[in-house]
């Protein structure tokens, strides 16, 4: 079996959506690459448990396991509509339980955005903007 180098979640894990990340592809999607992976023959289920629809995508999550939160990138099988499930702006993207026992596809990305939303970007151009202004009243 080639589960023993895959990580598993356990129960009481959350994920957060990874951002930036849908410029990484692989060759086959996502999906079918986990598929293969884990050797996996029919299509799985979401694996956000309050869901229960066919997963249509490999999303790319961050592991949060209680206050410990994984920098590394994981790529789990979800539905298209908990893939894209943001948060509002300037905050993290939502946590989402997920089941225990899913195999976890590990990518060779890092998630370096201090938030993980795509929306701290422009929040932090704003505040870059407003302490710049600071600085040219202030140094007058």
């Known amino acids: 079996m080639l589960e023993w180098f895959l990580r598993k979640t356990k129960s009481g894990d959350y994920v957060i959506n990874a951002c930036n990340t849908s410029s990484d592809k692989a060759w086959t999607g996502w999906l079918q690459r986990w598929m293969q992976r884990t050797r996996q023959t029919e299509k799985p289920f979401c694996s ?3 869901c229960n629809k066919i997963a249509t995508v490999g999303a790319h999550v961050r592991i949060i396991r209680g206050s ?7 790529v789990i099988p979800m539905c298209h509509g908990c ?3 943001q948060g509002k702006k300037s905050e993290p993207p939502p ?3 997920v089941h225990k026992n899913i195999l976890l596809l590990e990518t060779n990305l890092h998630n370096l955005c201090r938030y993980r939303c795509r929306h701290y970007c422009q929040y932090k151009v704003k505040r870059k903007r407003r302490w710049l202004r ?7």
């Not at 410990?68 to 994981?74: D, K």
């Open 83 to 85: 893939n894209n499930r």
């Open 95 to 97: 946590r989402m339980a």
């Open 134 to 140: 600071f600085l040219k009243i202030f140094l007058k």
């Open 68 to 74: 410990q939160e994984f920098a590394s990138i994981y």
């Open 48 to 50: 956000v448990v309050d």
